[in-house]
């Protein structure tokens, strides 16, 4: 998915250099060394094309020379308040340092225990997580803006209810004392999901039985309307206009967020022989239906086959390659692939422009169960039934849809891993495993760098980052809601208004 055969290690001079410097930098040594290798190794190359990967080896070289002396310059950055003005804090950073690292040394200046969402603001501009202080176009003696928004959680559990969290600013009592009452409400049956829309203004419902589909205001958690047919599962449009899923009946639908009808129905395509043969579940249903990050395409999924379509409900492309069922798709950030995860022990990249499969990740030995990109695209890890979460590099440009090589693999707690997630800058991976504890990893190295432990009574379901990547919420089977900071591994918040296991903990800016 680059521009040439070793664009790998170019990609980690700008992704997955940790706050550890020597780290980072011996890390980009082994990947220039395996380079290296795999150049001496080749035998069947012709002259001509063993001087180009010479070339690029040399150009690896260099590169790694400047990166060496790049990491020992420190750039210096004035953060001041958004609203008032007043200066915060005053930081040395290296360039290769992430932009969550500036929101991180407001809530050493301030409080460690403050629960709210952070955004950088540079030249007008909010700066993205993902993106190093070089990237983001700060250089020494620079003024950076910080706006700070309150946090809510919107939690949902196996007892009917859901409960929407607002917190304090102040949270220096006993994290004990929660954040006060929820506001919360009471669907008829176990919920199996509940999200608020990208703008924070809806909230939406689904029971274990498919019935449902309740929309809300998050304001005033006022019903506004059901979703035409039910839903089993569904998620919102960018602008939270459109709702995507499927029905109680396995049909993909488009929904009116305001009305709650259907605006275009999805079908999936006949069955073939082949996917009659296959170990795929009844290929005449619909088990997902989910927008891009853009709201440019709709995935949807059928047994062993995957449907591309347009945000009208259109078809664009249908997927055929895996062979076994479908279990999870996630499009990256910039819409342009789509990352499948099947129960045939693999994964597949496909190109949104084309259809085409780019390449097959092989390395589970069971089902696949999750999937998921990095806020980049070149990076992108899967979970198996095989106890095992794996780290995947797309920096490679591989588009004939070969077999590619996990560069990490993490064993889980009890063989399970419960849930896994990208932090917002892309550097740290968050895994709930089968335990009462989550931890957070590098994403580079698969060194752990915090653990979350200590509340929890029963295995964590999942957990999540807030849209800064400072704090971390986790659910249990044990009822338990824990709210925690990224930073320091403390928790923050330990909220108890369920009865039975919560299946979802989102965090939002209010």
Not at 83 to 92: F, K, T
Not at 133 to 159: F, M, N
Not at 360 to 381: M, N
Not at 484 to 499: I, P
């Amino acid at each position: 998915m680059a521009s040439s055969l070793f664009r790998w290690p170019f990609s980690m001079f700008n992704e997955g250099v940790e706050h550890d410097e020597s780290d980072g930098l011996q890390h980009l040594r082994d990947a220039l060394e395996k380079a290296e290798r795999q150049v001496s190794s080749s035998t069947s190359d012709s002259e001509e094309e063993q001087e180009r990967k010479e070339e690029i080896l040399d150009g690896l070289r260099a590169k790694l020379e400047e990166f060496e002396v790049e990491t020992q310059k420190k750039v210096r950055i004035t953060i001041c308040s958004a609203v008032s003005g007043e200066s915060i804090a005053q930081v040395r950073l290296r360039s290769t340092d992430f932009v969550v690292q500036l929101c991180e040394a407001v809530v050493k200046e301030t409080s460690h225990k403050v629960v709210v969402a952070h955004s950088i603001i540079f030249q007008s501009e909010v700066l993205p997580q993902h993106k190093t202080i070089s990237e983001a176009g700060l250089q020494d003696g620079d003024t950076v803006y910080v706006a700070r928004a309150p946090v809510r959680c919107l939690t949902a559990s196996h007892d009917g209810t859901a409960c929407l969290w607002n917190f304090d600013q102040d949270t220096s009592n006993s994290p004990e004392d929660g954040s006060g009452q929820p506001l919360r409400l009471h669907a008829q049956g176990a919920l199996k999901n509940a999200s608020m829309s990208p703008g924070g203004q809806l909230l939406m419902l689904s029971t274990e039985d498919g019935g449902s589909g309740l929309l809300y205001c998050a304001e005033t958690l006022r019903f506004l309307s059901r979703l035409q047919g039910g839903a089993q599962s569904a998620s919102f449009s960018v602008d939270g206009q459109k709702v995507v899923g499927v029905d109680a009946d396995g049909n993909a639908n488009i929904w009116c967020t305001q009305t709650g009808q259907i605006m275009h129905r999805m079908f999936p395509p006949k069955a073939s022989s082949s996917q009659l043969d296959s170990d795929s579940d009844d290929d005449s249903e619909m088990t997902f239906a989910v927008f891009s990050a853009c709201g440019k395409f709709i995935a949807t999924g059928s047994g062993a086959c995957t449907q591309l379509w347009d945000a009208s409900g259109n078809l664009q492309f249908t997927l055929n390659g895996h062979v076994g069922t479908v279990r999870h798709a996630v499009f990256s950030a910039d819409s342009q692939y789509l990352l499948t995860a099947s129960a045939d022990s693999t994964a597949r990249v496909w190109n949104c422009g084309n259809g085409r499969c780019m390449r097959v990740l092989s390395g589970h030995q069971r089902a696949l169960t999750l999937c998921a990109f990095s806020p980049t695209g070149l990076q992108a890890i899967t979970a198996a039934h095989d106890g095992t979460l794996k780290l995947w590099d797309l920096a490679d440009d591989i588009t004939d849809g070969s077999h590619t090589d996990c560069t990490l693999s993490l064993e889980a707690d009890g063989g399970v891993v419960s849930s896994a997630c990208f932090s917002p800058e892309g550097s740290r991976l968050l895994m709930a495993c089968g335990s009462d504890t989550v931890r957070i990893f590098n994403a580079s190295t698969g060194q752990m760098q915090l653990s979350f432990e200590g509340l929890h009574e029963d295995w964590v379901r999942c957990a999540s980052f807030s849209p800064d990547g400072l704090i971390v919420a986790t659910t249990s089977y044990d009822g338990a809601v824990g709210i925690w900071s990224a930073t320091t591994g403390k928790c923050l918040h330990s909220l108890h208004g369920h009865t039975q296991a919560v299946v979802v903990a989102q965090l939002a800016a209010a």
